[in-house]
């Protein structure tokens, strides 16, 4: 039975954990779900206050982004912006590879969905790690044989031990 042979990063250099996170991410989101939020997250900045309240961007569907306009007035005065948005959402959102904008009246009951804002919770609970790290914990810390690795597991240990702050809630 043949090995596998391990791929090596240019230079053996080590890969940013970011590559490793999308990676996983895009093995379990779609692509166009993907490009979907990344021009959410970036059409505030590209359609200003004023517009933002009347139209969003509903999907992406191959090169094409769809935004959903409010009412006919807006949908009319967005087809003479359509190359100015496509041209402000290729550089504010690189890689969403657009080419086109396709509008269409949204109905009437639905809002514009707000922006993604992840909840903060601190739970009033114990630190998980004691303060002093055990005999073991920090033999293993020791043997670390890079400087900034280990400083690196020392600094997230120190951090993992302190009690969580308390904001208001």
Do not use: C
Request: no cysteine.
């Amino acid at each position: 039975m043949a090995r596998r042979r391990r791929r090596r990063n240019i230079r053996g250099r080590p890969r940013p954990i970011s590559d490793g996170i999308w990676n996983w991410i895009r093995s379990y989101v779609p692509s166009d779900k993907i490009r979907l939020y990344q021009l959410r997250d970036v059409w505030p900045q590209v359609a200003g206050e004023a517009l933002a309240s009347h139209a969003w961007p509903e999907a992406v569907s191959g090169h094409e982004a769809i935004i959903a306009v409010h009412d006919s007035q807006w949908l009319h005065e967005l087809t003479y912006m359509r190359q100015a948005l496509i041209g402000k959402l290729t550089e504010l959102a690189p890689n969403t590879d657009l080419k086109s904008v396709r509008l269409r009246l949204a109905r009437r009951e639905r809002p514009p969905p707000a922006p993604f804002e992840p909840k903060v919770i601190f739970p009033d609970r114990a630190p998980p790690l004691p303060a002093q790290p055990s005999e073991g914990t920090a033999a293993a810390i020791h043997a670390v044989s890079d400087p900034d690795l280990r400083e690196a597991i020392a600094a997230a240990r120190i951090v993992l031990s302190q009690t969580p702050p308390k904001y208001p809630g």
